[in-house]
T-cell receptor
Framework: NAGVTQTPKFQVLKTGQSMTLQCAQD?????MYWYRQDPGMGLRLIYYSASEGTTDKGEVPNGYNVSRLNKREFSLRLESAAPSQTSVYFCASSRRPGQNTEAFFGQGTRLTVV | AQSVTQLDSQVPVFEEAPVELRCNYSSSVSVYLFWYVQYPNQGLQLLLKYLSGSTLVKGINGFEAEFNKSQTSFHLRKPSVHISDTAEYFC??????????????FGQGTILTVHP
């Protein structure tokens, strides 16, 4: 029972490079989310997908794009990485829009942009 | 917009002592409330949640929290902590409405350090 799986776990990028963070869940959840965690700021929502085929911006979407590839997978893309995007990124999923059961989180991707 | 304030960024405590981690939220409407725990280099794990009903909520690992609507607070407590409780704790809130889609607003986090 894997839950929410994120790849990679660690990544170092140079400024201007691009990369995609992958996320997959095996719990048949409808909703998926990407958060970033920065010291002293808690977690902030970047993008979310209420259900397959839909995506929407969260609190801090600038510099990111997302794709809900299918019900299981939700990827986050950095087109041109900047040092300000150095952070720990968490993917999460939950059962159904509006049902408000808890969100389940992946182990995180630690990204450093130099 | 909702906001969550965790009043202490760091809480040091000795083993077997009681602890309270404080959380206040700003919302005049109904909310769902959560406490998550993050152990070093790991993801977030749900400790407990308040959706409705009894204002005293019990969670895993002996933690409990009390929802106080008049004070818009949701403080986390444990009567006797262990070394293994050393972690960062996050309070979070979401809107029960269907269009919130389970989005969470998090507090800044409280680092609990339990000393022997």
């Amino acid at each position: 029972n894997a839950g929410v799986t994120q790849t990679p776990k660690f990544q170092v990028l140079k400024t201007g490079q691009s990369m995609t963070l992958q996320c997959a869940q095996d719990m048949n959840h409808n909703s998926m989310y990407w958060y970033r965690q920065d010291p002293g700021m808690g977690l902030r929502l970047i993008y979310y997908s209420a259900s397959e085929g839909t995506t929407d911006k969260g609190e801090v979407p600038n510099g990111y794009n997302v794709s809900r590839l299918n019900k299981r997978e939700f990827s986050l893309r950095l087109e041109s990485a900047a040092p300000s995007q150095t952070s720990v990124y968490f993917c999460a999923s939950s059962r159904r829009p509006g049902q408000n059961t808890e969100a389940f989180f992946g182990q995180g991707t630690r990204l450093t942009v130099v | 917009a909702q906001s969550v304030t965790q009043l202490d960024s760091q809480v040091p405590v000795f083993e077997e002592a009681p602890v309270e981690l404080r959380c206040n939220y700003s919302s005049s409407v109904s909310v769902y409330l959560f406490w998550y725990v993050q152990y070093p280099n790991q993801g977030l794990q749900l400790l407990l949640k308040y959706l409705s009903g009894s204002t005293l909520v019990k969670g895993i690992n002996g933690f409990e929290a009390e929802f106080n609507k008049s004070q818009t607070s949701f403080h986390l407590r444990k009567p006797s902590v262990h070394i293994s409780d050393t972690a960062e704790y996050f309070c979070a809130v979401s809107d029960p409405g269907g269009t919130s889609y389970g989005k969470l607003t998090f507090g800044q986090g409280t680092i609990l350090t339990v000393h022997p």
